[in-house]
């Protein structure tokens, strides 16, 4: 192996160099997306930058080992050192939650899912959801995904009269129907695009009123909770899942937690040997550090910036004409529906799919998202879902969110007015952005 970096270079900038002498084609794959993020506004709620200790933690030596089973129980030898940090990772997880049981071994959240609906349900089964176009997440009980494949959805609406209290928030009234109804074995709240406060203890009562255990997925969610910035799912959920690369700041990979000795046995049986095998011990090792991130005091003013940050894009754009559904948002997303903006509402030119590539072209990242009773098809949608996680890290603040607005606003207003407009505005607006990541550098590039 062949060292021709620089050691005066970044970590990660030594890294590529590293690849580099190996392997060209490789390292500028990664050198190009490395560009991609430093000189892009990233408002995709669900992601993040990774502080440098955690992305590296994910490159170390940990990924060299077969780790089967749990510490102390292992189906391999050697693990000494495997079992300490995972068990450092347990703790934290613990700690960070204020909640007695952790398995930090899932991949995904997906799989945290997929792990909680074998432990605690059986095949066909029935379990209440959100319906997934209002905001739930595709494990959840989408019929070509396992959730709703081997076990039985049934949905709870947000609120659709736009009179009525609480507009497009969750209808606490219609989830205790549907649960009176269906007697599901799991209720579930927890959402991929939801910008409101959760009642948690609000559905643990209709879980116990209809003898449900209550999942919450807070995979969006996760760092607001432990920066102190929405209530958290203990002491009412059953069962709590999460995402670690969203919110919560770090790498990719799920997280499953309870109060419950029981659950925690039944989960950590489904999860290995279940459906997983090794665990992705250079992973574990990395969500150790960032759970280390997550306890210390300036996390939690890092979470309060996200919110503020949240509320001041919203504002914003509410102020240029958009549409925030619900009336705006109390987490680190919203959803912006774009037909308020369009002269030919939800007739016009100015869809989510539109509105995501058109943004895409000036250097701003986001995702198209239907909006809660979209007429639109989901791979066209009326919306664009925002967050702020990403460009919190990288040090905006409210007065760089309200640019941020501004740019979004400049260049879908000249994707209505026509392509020579679209084409002239993106490149300026592609300069601008450029110009604003060059002051707010992200870390560890
Ligand atoms: C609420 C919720 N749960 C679970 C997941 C799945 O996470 P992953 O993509 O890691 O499988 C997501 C991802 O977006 C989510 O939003």
Redesign the pocket.
């Known amino acids: 192996m062949v060292s021709v970096y620089d050691p005066g270079m970044s970590i990660h900038d030594q890294i590529v160099e590293l690849i580099r002498s190996q392997d060209p084609e490789a390292a500028s794959i990664v050198q190009a997306e490395a560009d991609r993020q430093a000189s892009t506004i990233e408002l995709i709620a669900?992601e993040n930058h990774a502080s440098e200790a955690v992305m590296h933690a994910g490159g170390t030596c940990m990924t060299n080992k077969y780790a089967e089973g749990y510490p102390g129980r292992r189906y391999y030898g050697g693990c000494e050192h495997h079992d300490a940090i995972e068990r450092l990772a347990q703790d934290r997880a613990k700690e960070m939650f204020g909640c007695a049981y952790a398995n930090v071994q899932p991949h995904?959240?997906?799989?945290?899912?997929a792990a909680v609906f074998m432990a605690l349900m059986e095949p066909g089964d029935t379990f209440c959801s959100l319906v997934l176009a209002d905001g739930?997440?595709l494990?959840?009980g989408l019929p070509i995904n396992f959730s709703g494949h081997y076990y039985k959805p049934v949905h709870y609406p947000l609120v659709r009269d736009e009179a009525g209290e609480g507009f497009e928030q969750i209808d606490y009234d219609a989830v205790r129907e549907v649960c009176l109804e269906h007697k599901p074995k799991m209720l579930l709240c927890?959402?991929?695009a939801y910008p409101r406060v959760i009642d948690f203890a609000k559905f643990r009562a209709i879980a116990d009123e209809v003898g449900a255990l209550l999942m919450a997925?807070v995979?969006?969610i996760s760092g607001l909770i432990v920066g102190g910035q929405h209530p958290s799912p203990f002491p009412h959920a059953h069962v709590v899942?999460t995402?670690t690369?969203?919110s919560l700041r770090g790498p990719?990979?799920?997280l499953i937690m309870t109060n419950d000795e029981e659950i925690s046995k039944k989960v950590n049986r489904a999860l290995f040997p279940g459906m997983q095998g090794g665990p992705l011990m250079h992973i574990i090792t990395a969500k150790a550090v960032a759970f280390g991130e997550a306890l210390r005091p300036e996390y939690k003013q890092y979470q309060a910036d996200v919110v503020t940050n949240a509320k001041a894009l919203a504002e914003s754009l509410t102020g240029r004409g958009y549409r925030i559904t619900s009336g705006g948002t109390d987490n680190h997303l919203m959803l912006v529906d774009l037909t308020a903006k369009d002269p030919k509402g939800a007739e016009g030119d100015l869809t989510g799919k539109a509105a995501e590539k058109w943004l895409e072209d000036a250097g701003i990242i986001c995702n198209k998202n239907g909006i809660p009773g979209d007429k639109r098809k989901p791979v066209v949608t009326s919306g664009i879902r925002l967050g702020t996680p990403a460009t919190t890290t990288r040090g905006f603040g409210p007065d760089e969110m309200k640019t941020v607005a501004e740019f979004i606003d400049r260049v879908l207003s000249a994707g209505l007015e026509g392509e020579d407009a679209l084409s002239r505005v993106t490149q300026q607006v592609r300069d601008e952005v450029r110009a604003l990541c060059e002051r707010f550098p992200l870390p560890g590039h």
């Open positions: 669900s995904s959240g997906a799989q945290a899912n739930g997440h494990s959840h927890g959402y991929s997925d995979a969006h899942t995402t690369h969203k990719r990979g799920g």
